[in-house]
T-cell receptor, first 115, second 112 residues
């Protein structure tokens, strides 16, 4: 099992450019998440998908859109990148089975710089 | 989710046990204690979780006090690769997807 994979690992954009961050998990998990982490700070939830076909806003959704393409894949899109979106982006997934603790497993991250 | 308090930093000698404490005095009966760690520049890594019994897996042991107001994560034989920020998180067993809230954690430095 690869777990949670993310592409690309690094990306540099100019202000106003768009891009999509890809995330995939092979653990047959129901829920997937996108977080961002700024230097010296904790993780903040951008969007999440509780199950295939659903998406919901997290703590900091402005400037982002997401697509839950299928059970395995959850993408994050920046339509018009801004320097404030320079950050490390982590994707996570969890089984979210009824009655079980909701353990989240994280990918290796995408380091995004917006100039 | 209940608030947690952890020391800002700790050192441990390589090969020795690392004992990382966490206070969660307002924990309620349906809340689990989770531990994650984040090695520099990597994604957070799940370590272990427990409700009220002590737990052990291949990475660590989790000791939860009888009143559940505090817990200790034990890395039995710390290595240099265990240098990381360790997060203690308390949250309910959840039937819905929710944000995992990381506090400031404990920076563990394993010294050669």
């Amino acid at each position: 099992n690869a777990g949670v994979t993310q592409t690309p690992k690094f990306q540099v954009l100019k202000t106003g450019q768009s891009m999509t961050l890809q995330c995939a998990q092979d653990m047959n998990h129901n829920s997937m998440y996108w977080y961002r982490q700024d230097p010296g700070m904790g993780l903040r939830l951008i969007y999440y998908s509780a199950s295939e076909g659903t998406t919901d806003k997290g703590e900091v959704p402005n400037g982002y859109n997401v697509s839950r393409l299928n059970k395995r894949e959850f993408s994050l899109r920046l339509e018009s990148a801004a320097p404030s979106q320079t950050s490390v982006y982590f994707c996570a997934s969890s089984a979210r089975d009824r009655g079980l603790p909701d353990t989240q497993y994280f990918g290796p991250g995408t380091r995004l710089t917006v100039l | 989710d209940a608030k947690t308090t952890q020391p800002t930093s700790m050192d441990c000698a390589e090969g020795r046990a690392a004992n990382l404490p966490c206070n969660h005095s307002t924990i309620s009966g349906n809340e689990y204690v989770y531990w994650y760690r984040q090695i520099h520049s990597q994604g957070p890594q799940y370590i272990i979780h427990g409700l009220k019994n002590n737990e052990t897996n291949e990475m660590a042991s989790l000791i939860i006090t009888e009143d559940r107001k505090s817990s200790t994560l034990i890395l039995p034989h710390a290595t240099l690769r265990d240098t990381a920020v360790y997060y203690c998180i308390v949250r309910v067993r959840s039937g819905s997807a929710r944000q995992l809230t990381f506090g400031s954690g404990t920076q563990l430095t394993v010294l050669p």
